[in-house]
Each structure stands twice: as structure tokens, then as C-alpha cells.
């Protein structure tokens, strides 16, 4: 009845612009019984305003607004990337919870570097609390991503300053001023201003002070911070004075922070409650099947350590999802060798779908005179294990026995 506007009693004047204005047919019965806004316009105290002629809506686009009354009629709704968000702001517009939800989810499960930073702000504008974690956590887990991404430039001021805020960030502070730099640069750009530092300084504003200069070191400050010409001559020298004499200079007196931004820890998922003890030869692999029920991302792993003959000096990780490589690399162990499983993590971060089976092979080498080492190995482990709200599933309970342990973060 919708689609062929069989009896239809409203007519909604949906559009920002002349050009994009859209006649759109509906039934008031059906808007009114599902949302408490159309209920009030066509049959309270203000309905003989509405009970005749077209209703303007020009805050919505046309296709959103379908898509709305679809999900009325259906509770059916196809999302996008594109109309997720125009939907998501119909949603609350018209107190509609169930397709707010949807929204939200959809959301939450297609955060990408690219759109976390629009997302996280429509989020705080929709006051939005599990979709704001989700955000942040994914902003302080992969941060270099997201501030290299094409988008972060065409954030505003004000979010910005919040994600300066974060005391848990993985990116080092002099790469987070450069990629403030960045942004200064192209706000400067959108404002027809030249680039110079001193128009960069004025537009970060008091946002500078949120960067944790002094926890630089001298050699990152000096080179790169001190000649950018965004700071003052009296801030570099607070700076360089703490930075010299750390002990006698007063951090009170500085007008940036001082404590290092926190890595975010990850989840430490373990596989095994019961060890036996075996021999490992270098060339010797573990490996495992695994998925989950929600996005992940792999930090690193535990992987058990030499207890007797030659030292673990490094591990080959590679990890593929059907024939596509994700990871094949090298890393050498640095970790105190006198705890039994030792946490090595990825140089970068790798990403794992939902309901998507992973393959992870990791080649222990042993570096001595015996080319092996006698290592820990977990035994009656389970095929299905949940832990901090995501559900991992082995392919067999006992794979992998010499790596008991997986680093995680939600995704």
C-alpha cells in the first residue's frame, strides 16, 4: 500500500533544497501507531495543523525518510554506509528506539578508520553510550590508523580536543603533534589562511596545551617540536628545563602535561588450564583455526617459553584467512626469559571479521647449541570459549598447545 499509494492520507514535503524536495505518500494510522512524535502531530493538541495540506520536513533527505516509513510498515530496514546516519538521526527525531538501534549496531559493527571519527561525533551528539565506547576503543587501539586516515583532517576543533583528551592512546606523543600539524595545515587551507606556524597555533587554540610535550624525549623535542614554530619561546624553554633537569623543575609550573599517555591493555584470552611438557625443534609450528563471534583485533599472543636447553629467540607469526595473508612476520623475543609464557606482540594490529575462520601458524626458533627448547604445552582446552563478550571457536580443543594465550581487543 505504501509503494503504490493505495489510500494514503498524509503527504510529507521531504528535502533540504528545492532541487532535492520530494513528495512522499503515507497512512497516518500507521505512523501514529508506531511513533510517539507522528502520534502527537496528528492527534494532539496541535493536529488540526497537520490534518490537511503537505507537511514540510526539511532537515531529511528523501531517501532516508523511505527508508523510515519501510521499517514502520516492514520492521525492515536495508542500511548503507551512506543512509545510516540520516536514518539513525530519523530515528531520534521521531523517537523511534528499535530502528535507533539497528542504526547503532550497524554502526558499532562497520567502524572503520576512515568514518570512527564522524561516527564517535554524532555519537556524543545523540548522546549514544555504547556506541561512544565502542569509538573510543577503537580510536585508542588504533590510533595511527585513524589519524592517518584521509578523514581525521576534516574533523571539527572540538573533537579534536577530545580525542587529546584520551589518556590511552597507541601512537607516540610526537607522532600525535604531527598529525595535529596535519590538521592545523588543512583547517588553515579551509579557511583561505596561509599555513604559516603562527596561523597553525591559532587555530589549535588551547587545544596545544592537551599535547604531552614533556613526556617527549629531548631528542623528539628538540628536532622536531622545537622547529616547528608552534610554540612559544617561553613554553620550548619550560619545556627544555624539564626535560633537563627533571628533578629540580617544578611540573606544576608547566602548562602541558607531564604524565605518558597509557597503550591500551589487552584481553588476555587463555586457552588451557592443565600443562604437560614437551620438546619444540626450531622449524617446529603451532597452529590453530579459529573465529569469532564479534570483530576482534589480535594484539599479540602468549607463547610458551624455553624451561630447558636453548633460549626461544624469535617466533614467525602468519596468519591468513583462506588464501589472503594478513600477517607473516618475524619477531624477535625481548621479553624477561624466566616466566613460562611470554606475550609477544604484532607489530601492527590485525583485524578479524565476524563469523570468519582465521588460520594462525607461529614457528618457534631456539637460538643455542641443542637448536630446540623444552616448553610448556596446554592440554584439555575447550572448543568454544567466551571471554570479555566475544565467543572463540578452535577447531580442535588442543590446538596450538604451545601457544595458550591470545591478545586481544574488541573491535
Not at 549496531?105 to 554524532?122: A, G, K, M, S
Not at 619444540?280 to 583485533?297: A, E, F, N, R
Amino acid at each position: 500500500m505504501l509503494q503504490c499509494r493505495i489510500a494514503c492520507d498524509v503527504t510529507f514535503s521531504v528535502g533540504p533544497t528545492q532541487d532535492t524536495v520530494e513528495d512522499i505518500a503515507a497512512h497516518k494510522y500507521m505512523l501514529v501507531s508506531r511513533s510517539p512524535v507522528f502520534f502527537a502531530m496528528f492527534c494532539g493538541p496541535m493536529s488540526e495543523t497537520t490534518s490537511s495540506g503537505t507537511i514540510r520536513v526539511p532537515d531529511v533527505e528523501p531517501d532516508a525518510f523511505r527508508h523510515m516509513l519501510e521499517y514502520l510498515y516492514s520492521d525492515e530496514v536495508e542500511l548503507s554506509d551512506d543512509l545510516v546516519l540520516p536514518i539513525l538521526y530519523i530515528g531520534k527525531k521521531y523517537i523511534i528506539p528499535a530502528l535507533t538501534t539497528k542504526c547503532t549496531t550497524y554502526l558499532e559493527e562497520h567502524l572503520h578508520p576512515d568514518n570512527v571519527c564522524l561516527i564517535y561525533e554524532q555519537s556524543l551528539l545523540y548522546d549514544e553510550t555504547t556506541l561512544i565506547e565502542k569509538c573510543v576503543l577503537f580510536i585508542e587501539t588504533r590510533t595511527e590508523d585513524v589519524l592517518h586516515s584521509s578523514s581525521f583532517t576534516d574533523i571539527p576543533l572540538a573533537l579534536l580536543t577530545r580525542i587529546l583528551q584520551f589518556e590511552c592512546l597507541t601512537i607516540s606523543e610526537l607522532e600525535l603533534f604531527q598529525a595535529c600539524l596535519r590538521w592545523a595545515q588543512s583547517e588553515c587551507k579551509r579557511h583561505n589562511k596561509d599555513t604559516c606556524p603562527r596561523n597553525k597555533r591559532k587555530i589549535l587554540g588551547d587545544a596545544i596545551y592537551l599535547i604531552h610535550f614533556p613526556s617527549m624525549s629531548l631528542k623528539e623535542f628538540s628536532r622536531v617540536v622545537a622547529r616547528s614554530g608552534i610554540l612559544t619561546a617561553e613554553e620550548k624553554c619550560s619545556v627544555f628545563e624539564y626535560l633537563t633537569c627533571e628533578e629540580d623543575c617544578d611540573s606544576h609550573a608547566l602548562l602541558f602535561p607531564v604524565t605518558p599517555r597509557q597503550k591500551p591493555q589487552p584481553s588476555i584470552l587463555k586457552r588451557f588450564s592443565v600443562f604437560g611438557k614437551s620438546n619444540v625443534y626450531s622449524g617446529d609450528c603451532s597452529i590453530m583455526k579459529l573465529q569469532c563471534d564479534k570483530p576482534v583485533i589480535i594484539k599479540g599472543f602468549g607463547v610458551s617459553a624455553s624451561l630447558n636447553y636453548d633460549p626461544l629467540a624469535e617466533i614467525q607469526v602468519t596468519i591468513k584467512q583462506d588464501r589472503t595473508f594478513m600477517c607473516n612476520r618475524s619477531i624477535p623475543i625481548t621479553e624477561e626469559r624466566s616466566v613460562d609464557i611470554m606475550h609477544v606482540c604484532l607489530p601492527e594490529c590485525v583485524i578479524f571479521k565476524a563469523n570468519t575462520w582465521y588460520t594462525i601458524i607461529v614457528t618457534f626458533h631456539f637460538y643455542g647449541d641443542h637448536d630446540q627448547g623444552s616448553c610448556r604445552r596446554g592440554k584439555g582446552g575447550s572448543k568454544t570459549i567466551t571471554f570479555d563478550g566475544v565467543t572463540f571457536e578452535f577447531d580442535r580443543a588442543d590446538s596450538a598447545g604451545f601457544v595458550p594465550q591470545i591478545l586481544f581487543c574488541s573491535a
